[in-house]
């Protein structure tokens, strides 16, 4: 397994500012995925985090508003770019390792809860 | 990606048996059927996955239909800490390990 932590676990902004998600794994592991999740509503995939190099967005997210670092096995941070309400969602890291690669048993944080006003 | 349906939400007693369903009928030969539940004000975990026989760990058993067209993840014993969203979700092991969460069902147990 796996232990995600996120921080902050959640945060209120101010729109047009910006808020950068850090997530750590306490283990070295193969991928790293970031999701959000609106209010009342499933999970949406919104990036790949690949070590090294860019992440992989899915459609509808782009880099310059979710850009994603991840400089090594064990770290990545997302950011949340010029603010809107919108934005309000939890966002919520997670990892697959090595001994599930190639199950799809993904392992995830807690969430960070944001709110925009 | 192949699309799941299951039930908006269930309800179930404590201590018994819980039977949640899913139909997944546009499902491919190389699809995985992957459950993973997500308990209030937490991320999801994963609960169970398989590819055409039945699966059973210490949390719940996989039952798939022979066409597989439909499975159903059994919760042997419900207790008050199963509630949760259950998701069922479709993927290929091989390539990108993402995951495609639809609407789930929202568990409820009574006690």
């Known amino acids: 397994s796996a232990v995600i932590s996120q921080k902050p676990s959640r945060d209120i902004c101010q729109r047009g500012t910006s808020l950068t998600i850090q997530c750590q794994v306490d283990?070295?592991?193969?991928?790293m995925f970031w999701y959000r999740q609106q209010p009342g509503q499933s999970l949406t995939l919104i990036a790949t985090a690949n070590q090294g190099s860019e992440a992989t967005y899915e459609s509808g997210f782009v880099i310059d508003k979710f850009p994603i670092s991840r400089p090594n096995l064990t770290f990545s941070t997302l950011t949340v770019s010029n603010m809107s309400p919108e934005d309000s969602s939890i966002y919520l890291c997670?990892?697959?390792?090595?001994?599930?690669?190639?199950?799809?048993?993904?392992?995830f944080g807690a969430g960070t809860r944001l709110s925009v006003l | 990606d192949a699309k799941t349906t299951q039930p908006n939400s269930m309800e179930s007693n404590e201590e018994e048996p819980v039977h949640l369903p899913c139909n997944h009928s546009?499902?491919?030969?190389?699809?995985?059927i992957h459950w993973y539940r997500q308990l209030p004000s937490q991320g999801p975990e994963y609960v169970i996955h398989g590819l055409t026989s039945n699966v059973n760990n210490r949390m719940a058993s996989l039952a798939i239909a022979e066409d597989r067209k439909s499975s159903t993840l059994i919760l042997h014993r419900a207790t008050l800490r199963d509630a949760a969203v259950y998701y069922c979700i479709l993927s290929r092991l091989q390539g990108a390990q993402k995951l495609v969460f639809g609407q789930g069902t929202r568990l409820t147990i009574n006690p």
């Open positions: 546009t499902i491919s030969g190389t699809d995985y």
């Open positions: 997670s990892a697959v390792n090595h001994g599930s690669l190639g199950k799809n048993i993904q392992y």
């Open positions: 283990s070295q592991v193969t991928m």
